[in-house]
């Protein structure tokens, strides 16, 4: 085995310990200073430029400041303990005591710590701020729709969908007859051979005629499916190329889609009117909220 390495002597280091410690602890102090700083900016109304510049100095200080430490201050190479007796003698214990009475080394690394807590808490707070800006919880909101039992399928332009004007193997944008435009609530209306309908346990009664919905959000990342394939049934999301058997509860049969779009179920009422008898399935979109 080779014999250690021995570490730099002090004459090898690039500056001296006094002054490596003044530069360190002055970058800790200017990564507090542009922390708070960016905190007081924050509050009087945010400026995403300032913002920055003030990021730029927290992380460039508290970078400088342990750089430096970490070269200037703190040993390196290779050490081996030395297999002698643990306990010192009494001259050694004395000189160390007489070391610490006196300062020096122990009093600047004391001062290094403490501007170092004081650069990490000030950045610690200043990551803090922008969780400010995520705004308020949306609470339950994204969990529901304003589909409800009764609402009248409309489309775009407002007219109530009749079950007569559902083309067989075309496909319908749809919203509820009071939310005209609504996101979350878009949903494809089709009608096909109700025969060919394997329809889920607990939803044997919601394709009338074989007229059936489903949110036209993509459980993959939330883009339009407005795209019908008739001949195979199935709706496509031209974003990935996800595809959706409408036969089989809209499951995904390709691409990354992993979710079967939330079904809407409908009725047919006495007049003839497609309505819905309540809200999707479950939450619509990519859904990451509920799984
Ligand atoms: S958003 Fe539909 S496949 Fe990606």
């Known amino acids: 085995m080779s014999p250690p390495r021995p570490g730099p002597t002090p004459a090898d280091r690039p500056l001296r310990p006094r002054t490596a410690e003044r530069i360190s602890a002055t970058a800790f102090i200017l990564a507090a200073a542009c922390a708070v700083v960016l905190v007081f900016v924050y509050a009087r109304g945010a400026d995403t430029q300032a913002e920055g510049l003030l990021y730029f100095g927290i992380f460039i200080g508290a970078g400088v400041g342990l750089i430096v430490w970490a070269n200037t201050l703190l040993d390196d190479g290779q050490h081996q303990e030395a297999r ?58 994204l969990l529901h729709t ?15 969908v009749r079950a007569d004007d559902v083309p067989v193997d075309g496909l319908l944008t749809v919203f509820p007859e009071h939310d005209i435009g609504a996101a979350d609530a878009q949903a494809v209306i089709v ?30 990342a939330a883009c339009p499916v407005g795209l019908y394939q008739a001949s195979t049934h199935q709706l496509l999301c031209p974003c990935h190329q ?50």
């Open 84 to 141: 002698e007796p643990m306990r010192g003698e009494a001259g050694d214990t004395a000189a160390v005591d007489a070391e610490i009475s006196r300062g020096g080394e122990i009093e600047r690394r004391t001062l290094l710590r403490r501007t170092l807590w004081l650069a990490g808490g000030a950045v610690g707070a200043s990551l803090a701020v922008p969780i400010r800006s995520l705004g308020p919880s949306p609470g339950k909101d």
């Open 146 to 160: 304003s589909w409800a039992d009764g609402v009248g399928v409309a489309t775009q332009d407002g007219g109530l």
């Open 191 to 220: 009608r096909v051979d109700p025969a060919m309908l394997h329809l889920a346990p607990g939803r044997e009664v919601w394709a009338p005629q074989g007229i059936i919905a489903f949110s036209k959000l993509c459980t993959h």
């Open 242 to 291: 996800s595809a959706f058997d409408v036969l089989r509860a809209a499951v995904p049969v390709s691409g990354p889609a992993a979710w079967p779009l939330p079904q809407l179920p409908l009725t047919i009422d006495a007049a003839g009117i497609v309505r819905a008898t309540g809200d999707f399935s479950e939450p619509v979109g990519p859904g990451w909220w509920k799984r």
